[in-house]
């Protein structure tokens, strides 16, 4: 079909609209789902004007219904035509399947047919399968019940011949794996009667057994021919056939009748029931074993017949030695000696049992030198072997790991080669041996620990009395700084030996706990005794308290006793860690699951008393150096300061404690001390000594401005004084000067040295002065009158300052951080140049070069004022002296601000030896000079100072002057 031409009124729209055949129906408008015939025919024919062809468009529109109502009718005459071969085919396909299901059906009912006769003939082969199975296992059943009666039968015959042991015992055993068989059928009359048969077999063999082992043994003096050894040994088959039961009957048997022979022997009276032949019983048993090793022999290796005797023999001697003990408890108290001795050679006994019978490895080896008696041996010699115990102690130890590893090693050898039963077994008798019969010593042994205690105790006291005569001082031939004395190394060798004795001959159980308590009292009385020679207080003590006011707290410590004082102190390390490897070696020796002994046998506490001791001997020294400083501090308080007319050098109090700290402390300190203890005594001396040096100033009366430059120099003389003896003391230490010493030095002197600055100031400058540079702790008003106490002001005046400072406290300047910013207390005073290290417009004072005050001798910064009556100053108008006493207290605030910058910085200082201790910031020094003109101030080296600590000083010293410049009421 041709394509319809396009309508005018689709042209006249602009845009193309085809009419299409039916055949391409996509594409035409009228299969549109939301075709619309309104809106169609107004699109087409929007006005009248567009109606001229409507005519046409309608014959077209009829032509194409004509052309798709040709197709409707051609496509319904093929379909009435297909219907009917559809019908046929229908058909045909029905009968077919109808032929299927009948071919099936016969399919399936065969194989229902087929699994029937599979089933019945599996059931005739399971039949078949069940007969055979109960054939074969009835004629099994019929041969072994035929065995069965023939070996009873055979049995009987035998059984009351003794000389067919070893054939019944093979017939015991072959009716043994018979019977098994039969367990099931107990039921069966035949069984039972065969059953019942054989029992009465069984208690005729035993008896018979029995018999002749009573009638071979049972006379101590008997004699085995060969043929009776051999029946012996073939009626140990019997009994080995016939149960467990029968062997512990004839095991018994046999130690009863053997027991009988050594409780006749050894009866609880006569020498027998003595202590001191208490060994004699040992010596039997093992000749006993040995006379009648060839009757031992007879009896199975698997039996263990003679272990078995020895521990029979073990609990009976325990009990005997029970009752012994409770008898004759007065005696041994009175006498340990024959005690010692039997528990001596009973260990040694058992120790021999566990060898003989635990294979290699049971027994402990002994060192006899460690038995030798050491009472008068020299404390070299002492201290020699001391320390060749503690090597041996550390390669026994490395031994036993090694031997754990081995043992671990062998342990699955035996497995491989079947040898763990034999080696379980030794180990059991090892185990059984131990403590056997001694264990009953324990509570008896507590007269040994006594003894051992009250000799310990009397050795102590004859090495003090040494020790006295020596004068406490090391043996000859030792240095006598920092070395250990003598007594310590003998006692330790004695308590060393008897523990060794303890362990080896004595006992591992309770008793050792019980002799380490012993050891304990004795290490608490040589600890005792130790702290009783250290010299004393004037109110007899060996530490004090602070506040340190009068002598009480006094300790005389010349050279001699400094000597001794730091001997004493290296023997309280040294015992204290020799105390603690001698509690290590005890919880080692001591035997596995004594919990409450361990505890008690913990050496902690005498630890502690050593390390007690230590303490109270560095206290003693901080105590005795203090007391030769105290000399100078008063020298100090009989220095006239009101009527010093040039300072300059140190005064001599500090040149008397530069020679105390750096002369002689130091270089005998230094060497006798370790590092610890060298730091620990530094700490304690500087916070001792330094709040009482503060103190003294404080005491000081009528100081003259003159006065307060000489104690300027002199305080910072005693901070590098005190800085240096660390260095002096021990050269080789690198970090010195970074100990907390030093720290708290440099942190607490600044703060003397500020006070001393405070001083300085005129009476209008103090108040500002004091909030300005004492720190946050001494800002109070207690420490205000001190200080013009300290001046000698009249109390008028006095009362006036502390009014001033209380209002400015109160809040009139918004307290004291607000009043006026302080330097931190560990600043300190370095010479450098004033001159212009920072622009006087910084300052404040470009204003007014003649405003402000202060003292023209200050060292400290003040505010500046302005010229006018409003000024902090407070001095008037700007008049020649006024301005010159100004212009002075500019050139000290920038002084002080270089110094606070210097302070910043690590600075290497030169040894300026007695006389070199002047202050370089008010010429003592000569600009950091010496007196014979060499520069001293720094070593080769230069200055080390850290970059952002020193920007940080530097912004805070320009904070501090710009607040002096608004203070002073001058521009920025």
Sequence with gaps: MSETPSTPSATQLGRSITLKSPFQRKTDVFDSEDFDPVKFVNQIYPDEASLGDLDKFIDMLRKQIKTVDKEIFAAVRSQSATQSRSRQDLTVATSQLGDLFARVRDIQRKAADSEVLVQEICRDIRKLDYAKRHLTHTITSLRRLAMLTAAVDDLEQVGYKRDQYKRCANLLEAVGQLLEYFNHYQDVPKIQNLTKRLTTVKAGLQDAVMDDFKLLLGTSDVKLTPDNIERLGNACLVVNALGPKVRDQLMDWLCEREMTVYQTIFSMSGDAAKLDRFERRFAWFKQRLEERKEVWGVFPASWRVPQTLCLTFCKITKAAVKRLLSDSEEVVREDVGPLIKTVVATNKFEKEMAALFGGPGAARDDDDDDLQDIDNLPASEARRRLEAFRKKQQAAAAAAQQQAADAAAGSATAAATGSTAEAAANAAARVAFEGAISEAFEDALKYYVAEEQKELLKHLEQLIKEEGQRGWKPPEGEDTLGCVLGSANQLFLKIRASLQRCVKLVSRGITLARLAGAFKRVLSAYAGELLKRLPKTAAGGTSSQPPYSGTDWHVRLPEEEEAVLTCILATAEYCRETTEGLGR???????????????????????????????????????????????????????????????????????????????????????????????????????????????????????????????????????????????AARPLDDDADNHPYAHYVEREMGGAVNLVKVLQAKPENLVDTFILLMPANAKTVTDLARICELKGFTKKLQSELIGQYSRKVGGTTGGPAEAAPFYPSGSTSISSNPASSVPASRLGGAASPAAGLGSSSSSVPVGFGSGGPGGLGGMGSSGGPSAASNLSALKMSVNTFTRELASSMSISRGNTGDGGGGSPMHGGGSGGSSRDGKATLFKPGGLNFNMQQTAARTREGLAKLANLGKLGGGSD
């Design 585 to 727: 070696q005890i919880a080692k020796e001591l035997k596995p699951g004594l919990a409450v002994a361990a505890a008690a046998a913990d050496l902690t506490d005498e630890e502690s008393a050593f390390t007690g001791v230590a303490s109270q001997c560095l206290s003693v020294l901080v105590l005795g150096i203090n007391t030769r400083l105290d000399a100078c501090l008063q020298d100090m308080l009989r220095v006239r300061w009101d009527s010093i007319e040039s300072p300059g050098d140190d005064s001599p109090y500090v040149t008397a404690m530069r020679r105390i700290l750096l002369a002689e402390v130091a270089s005998r300190l230094g060497a006798a001390l370790d590092r610890s203890q060298f730091g620990f005594f530094c700490d304690k001396m500087g916070r001792m000594f330094v709040p009482r040096f503060i103190e003294t100033i404080y005491k000081l009366r009528k100081v003259s401005e003159k006065g307060t430059l000489q104690l300027s120099i002199d305080a910072d003389s005693v901070r590098r004084l005190l800085l240096e003896f660390p260095k």
